[in-house]
T-cell receptor, first 114, second 111 residues
């Protein structure tokens, strides 16, 4: 079955630590995205990538970093510079420049700072 | 930048009542997409509308794209408890190769 796999499902981070969230897709999609969702809120774009080795900042990129070394993978690092990282993180992909096709979302990672 | 607004933010209905959510864009859209997120789940793509004035149906769900391609609506006839969730619209920012999501309308259905 093709899809997007996010891991871990739940993640606990101590203050001052960096953590990396995994996102892998086997849909052969070119574009990948990271969104943050806070309780009762919409989706806010963190970073996106339309092609390997290239990515762009979204609306709330501060305190986050990404890499796109392989088409299938788009990991997100939440750094200690992110002041309020507790949230639900969603990874998505689409076949081409995002705007013409529906997004496929992963099941998400719930990050909690302890 | 492009803004996509949805109303209402919340809607509580009795099972069997109808439900409508509206989506308005600050710019003309090439297409609009709708997603559903069940409580505790992730957004799932429902449909894409492309043509001006387009109407599409999926069982009890009716999607419309405005004539000016700046607004859209999702109407659910005779809601069921399985319709519970948050419905998002999304419009493409074609210059940037990404989509802008509305804040969603959260539907609760009282049995």
């Amino acid at each position: 079955d093709g899809g997007i796999t996010q891991s871990p499902k739940y993640l606990f981070r101590k203050e001052g630590q960096n953590v990396t969230l995994s996102c892998e897709q086997n849909l052969n999609h070119d574009a990948m995205y990271w969104y943050r969702q806070d309780p009762g809120q919409g989706l806010r774009l963190i970073y996106y990538s339309q092609i390997v080795n290239d990515f762009q900042k979204g609306d709330i990129a501060e305190g986050y970093s990404v890499s796109r070394e392989k088409k299938e993978s788009f990991p997100l690092t939440v750094t200690s510079a992110q002041k309020n990282p507790t949230a639900f993180y969603l990874c998505a992909s689409s076949p081409a420049r995002g705007s013409l096709y529906g997004y496929t979302f992963g099941s998400g990672t719930r990050l909690t700072v302890v | 930048g492009q803004q996509v607004m949805q109303i209402p933010q919340y809607q509580h209905v009795q099972e069997g009542e109808d439900f409508t959510t509206y989506c308005n864009s600050s710019t003309t859209l090439s297409n609009i997409q709708w997603y559903k997120q069940r409580p505790g789940g992730h957004p799932v793509f429902l449909i894409q509308l492309v043509k001006s004035g387009e109407v599409k149906k999926q069982k009890r769900l009716t999607f419309q794209f405005g004539e000016a391609k700046k607004n859209s609506s999702l109407h659910i006839t005779a809601t069921q408890t399985t319709d519970v969730g948050t419905y998002f619209c999304a419009g493409p920012d074609t210059n940037a190769g990404k989509s802008t999501f509305g804040d969603g309308t959260t539907l609760t259905v009282k049995p």
